[in-house]
């Protein structure tokens, strides 16, 4: 019987397995589920010749991105997306070495990995001039707390622009993150802020990196990864779906 490894190989271009096939795929693939083991993981267990359920693992070379098993005995079955990972005080690594990352090919993100700080890059607390509508912004998280505060105080809201001269304005991300409470909602203007807060994100993350070629370049390296948000500080990860968004609208 042909290994796991010739048979993911194999179904690639099509192939259809017999039953028997069909079981032992299956059972490959539960030894390569990602939720039991990341990539990194999968790589030690070969290493030691660890096994799964008795089945062996599938070798790291079928961990492609994007790849489909035809057949009705293996419905809906992909592989692992890429994932990266970024927060204001990223370390320097290339991508897929960074806490909880993955990519199938490391190659494929080359021109990243030649850009210093780019997780950072990818922060909202990023420092890089925009204008969005009259005002002018320092950071993401500027405009987007400008926005939350102008439901009830547009006066105050002006605080967060450069055009005020505030030092608040002129400060960094965190520093615009530590006034989001200058002002309490109640809750009709909360649930009025839930409605706009997605739109808000996306125009003031268009505007950054559509206004900075150095940051879009950025942006449109990180293809075709999934883009996580996590600081590793008791918060749980999330994917920043806004910004994918962002990044497919810039490749056009």
Not at 29 to 36: Q, T
Not at 79 to 106: M, N, W
Not at 215 to 226: D, F, G, H, I, Y
Request: glycine share 6%; charged share 25%.
């Amino acid at each position: 019987m042909p290994s796991p490894d010739t048979l993911v190989q194999r179904l690639r271009y099509g192939y259809q397995p017999q039953p028997s096939a069909n079981a032992m795929l299956l059972g490959a693939l539960r030894a390569n589920d990602a939720h039991i083991l990341n990539c990194r993981e999968r790589r030690f267990a070969e290493r030691r010749g660890r096994r799964l359920g008795g089945c062996p693992l599938v070798p790291i070379s079928a961990c492609t991105r994007e790849v489909s098993y035809p057949g009705n005995s293996v419905p809906g079955v992909t592989t692992i997306e890429d994932r990266l990972y970024f927060f204001s005080g990223s370390a320097d690594l290339p991508p897929g070495q960074g806490v909880h990352e993955r990519v199938a090919h490391a190659a494929r993100y080359a021109a990243l990995a030649s850009v210093r700080h780019w997780r950072r890059m990818l922060s909202n607390f990023w420092p890089a001039d925009f204008a969005l509508g009259q005002r002018t912004y320092r950071t993401v998280e500027h405009a987007f707390q400008a926005a939350k505060i102008a439901l009830l105080d547009p006066a105050l809201a002006e605080r967060f622009a450069l055009e005020s001269g505030t030092e608040l304005a002129r400060g960094d991300g965190a520093a615009a993150r530590k006034h989001r409470k200058l002002v309490l909602l109640d809750d009709a203007q909360l649930r009025q802020w839930d409605e706009r807060k997605h739109a808000v994100m996306r125009e003031a993350i268009h505007a950054k990196f559509s206004r900075h070629e150095p940051l879009r370049a950025v942006l449109l390296a990180t293809q075709p990864a999934e883009l996580w948000h996590g600081t590793g500080r008791g918060q749980p990860p999330a994917r920043i779906h806004d910004l994918e968004t962002i990044r497919h609208a810039l490749r056009r």
